[in-house]
């Protein structure tokens, strides 16, 4: 990653008409006070930064006012001062220097129809939502892009990469990565971020970042199932190696860099979402193990568990881009067609024998067979 990172350091793009020093950002909107947008939030106020984070809920502004903890997505933080919460979102950009996107991805066109028309200028934007847009199957840095004109898209970044908001806001060690088309934003928004406990790398590879950030969250449910079936720490590790494989085949047809998703936002994402007890996803697997249905599911709780609704884009995009991605169709099939998560688990072991290189290096082409099972 050094490596990268010291090659990349030689491409020097321009940015011209904003001084992006670290200096320069001295008051940053978080927009989305969910567990991430308030541990990012939490996190850039400790470096003297004044946050003024908006909320969707009033209540959620209401608890931060009176107690300085958000009691509905983050408990047992304690927010700092410097953190103002507020449900008025021109009042949350104005005159501010830089935008962190933290809203739901189903949320993200509507919160951008929002956003337009009071955006004056260009603005450094960070988008940390991890998700694909159902129906267009965008990508988010794509969908906040047809909102805004050619010009603004070079001061848009993604931030992606193995991140519990519990444990950042723990000071728990953490590495993330930053990646965005012009490099020398890339290097100073990399100053803002980084902590000696958040360390922040930087990269060139958006679609690769927000893919890898996206389609992990839909092998974190099957994960989660393969543990809810007490199938073991052999077909656990199994899953998650063929799960990047998957991933890695999308990628290359979509455009992104391979050695991407070998990194932070890609295998390291992954690993920490289908291993840890703290993901969202990866407990909507083990309930899905035991039987719950989706409905039942999706309103167990307030925080939303991304890899459902990603699980049926990323469906989109392999039969788009001609791509196998079996893991994806079988949490599909569980999630939206009722199948039965052993009946899946058994037809991935009975697929016709390949080589492994030959099925990580190719595109994997065919069309995809559904189950009969229920």
Known sequence: MDQCCE??????????????????????????????????????????????????????????????????????????????????????????????????????????????????????????????????????????????????????????????AAEVCRWKPTTILLAGKDFNLVNRLQQVFLTPQFRVYAGLDMIGAQLGGALKNVMAIAAGVVDGLDLGAN??????????????????????????????SGLGDLVLTSTGTLSRNYQAGLQLAKGVDMATLRNSTRTVAEGINTSRAAMGLASQHKVDMPIVEGVYRVLFEGNNPRHIVSDLMARTAKSETESLLSDGMHTFTHSSHS
Request: hydrophobic share 45%; proline share 5%.
């Open 7 to 164: 090659a990349l350091s030689h491409f020097i793009p321009s940015f011209k008409g904003y001084d992006v020093t670290t200096s320069s950002f001295r008051v940053v909107s978080v927009i989305g006070a969910g567990a991430w947008g308030t541990a990012l939030a939490h996190l850039l106020a400790t470096k003297g930064l004044n946050i003024r984070l908006w909320a969707y809920e009033p209540e959620v502004v209401a608890s931060i006012d009176a107690q300085r903890e958000n009691t509905w997505y983050l408990r047992d933080v304690v927010l700092p001062n410097s953190i103002q919460a507020m449900n008025s979102l021109s009042d949350c950009i104005q005159g501010t220097d830089l935008i962190v996107l933290v809203v739901p991805s189903h949320t993200m066109a509507g919160m951008m129809t929002q956003l337009r028309p009071i955006l004056k200028k260009p603005i450094p934007i960070t988008i940390a939502t991890k998700g694909i847009e159902e129906g267009t199957l965008r990508l988010m840095s794509q969908v906040v892009e047809d909102h805004l004109p050619d010009t603004w898209h070079t001061w848009l970044t993604v931030l992606s990469g193995p991140s519990f």
């Open 235 to 264: 077909a656990r590790a199994a899953l998650i190696t063929r799960g990047l494989a998957e991933m890695i085949r999308l990628g290359r047809a979509m455009g992104a860099d391979t050695s991407t998703f070998y990194g932070l």
